[in-house]
């Protein structure tokens, strides 16, 4: 069982380019999060998504966009990229409950250059 | 403005002696609480979880202590074991079912 998958793991990227960060999950999980972890610093929500078609901002939307076409799939796009968005990024998805454990993926380390 | 709140970016203990580590919430629609643990370059690992209705869970040496008038909760490890070194994060959920992290706290537990 694979759980969350991120891909990929690493990623450096010049100011301006755009990339999508994929995510995807084989639990048949409704809710899905993204979110990024800065050095020294916790888990900030971006994005989530509590069903296919359906997505919320979080905390600190501002430069990212997501979709959920899917129950499997969340990618996180970033379309400008800019250095304050060097940081470690998490995906995470859980059953469908509020008052249930999230699952995590390994990560995708990004920096921008 | 950060709703979940772990003071103490480190905690230092002793292998075998109790480690307490810390977190508090200002908004009162959370009703459901967790704890995460991190190792390096892996995604955060599930430990233990509380609901509101409830005060305390145990999980083995593990035990999450909820005090919702004082909007603080807190993990204890017992024994603390050098396997447990981590950083630690607390985690809050709504019915609107956000899930909120805290900025954790980085343990060290030594011989």
């Known amino acids: 069982n694979a759980g969350v998958t991120q891909t990929p793991k690493f990623r450096i990227l010049k100011i301006g380019q755009s990339m999508t960060l994929q995510c995807t999950q084989d639990?048949?999980?409704?809710?899905m999060y993204w979110y990024r972890q800065d050095p020294g610093m916790g888990l900030k929500l971006i994005y989530y998504?509590?069903?296919?078609?359906?997505?919320d901002k979080g905390e600190v939307p501002n430069g990212y966009n997501v979709s959920r076409s899917t129950t499997e799939d969340f990618p996180l796009r970033l379309e400008l990229a800019a250095p304050s968005q060097t940081s470690v990024y998490f995906c995470?998805?859980?059953?469908?409950?509020?008052?249930?454990?999230?699952?995590f993926g390994q990560g995708t380390r990004l920096t921008v250059v | 403005d950060q709703q979940v709140k772990q003071n103490s970016p480190s905690l230092s203990v002793q292998e075998g002696r109790i480690s307490i580590l810390n977190c508090d919430y200002t908004?009162?629609?959370?009703?459901?609480f967790l704890w995460y643990k991190k190792y390096p370059a892996e995604g955060p690992t599930f430990l233990i979880s509380i609901s509101s209705i409830k005060d305390k869970n145990e999980d083995g040496r593990f035990t999450v202590f909820l005090n919702k008038s004082a909007k603080h909760l807190s993990l204890h490890i017992v024994p603390s074991q050098p396997g447990d070194s981590a950083v630690y994060f607390c985690?809050?959920?709504?019915?609107?079912?956000?899930?909120?992290f805290g900025t954790g706290t980085r343990l060290q537990v030594f011989p």
């Open positions: 908004n009162s629609m959370f009703d459901y």
């Open positions: 995470a998805s859980r059953i469908g409950d509020w008052n249930t454990e999230a699952f």
């Open positions: 985690a809050a959920s709504a019915r609107t079912d956000k899930l909120i």
């Open positions: 998504s509590v069903g296919a078609g359906i997505t």
């Open positions: 639990m048949n999980h409704n809710y």
